[in-house]
Nanobody, 123 residues
């Protein structure tokens, strides 16, 4: 499974961005998809996840500001980010979990990773 993330960039605080992640997998609809981020000097942290039944889960730090969604016809998962803050600055990674069908929050529970896309939020 290959994952290709895109959509990062530079945005001012309070602005919005939408990240996309396209998967090369016939069984994409069966995967749990997650977004993680990693800021310089920090560990990779869970941001949001969506399971095959469209159930979603968010980190407390992004609840009410970020929305994860998926389009199985396009093998794509999205992360709509609004009300961005400087502390949201990080490399954002999409990931696929193909075995458990539950939304994991630990990075090592995911099986496949995209290459990352940088989001920079200026104050």
């Amino acid at each position: 499974v290959q994952l290709q993330a895109s959509g990062g960039g530079l945005v001012q605080a309070g602005g919005s961005l939408r990240l996309s992640c396209v998967a090369s997998a016939r069984t994409f609809s069966n995967y749990v998809m997650g977004w993680f981020r990693q800021a310089p000097g920090k560990e990779r942290e869970f941001v949001a996840g969506i399971d095959p039944g469209y159930v979603t889960r968010y980190a407390d730090s992004v609840k009410g500001r970020f929305t994860i969604s998926r389009d199985n016809a396009k093998n794509t998962v999205y992360l709509q980010m609004s009300s961005l803050k400087p502390e949201d600055t990080a490399v954002y990674y999409c990931a696929a979990e193909t075995v458990r069908f539950t939304i994991a929050t630990l990075y090592y529970e995911y099986d496949y990773w995209g290459q990352g896309t940088l989001v920079t939020v200026s104050s």
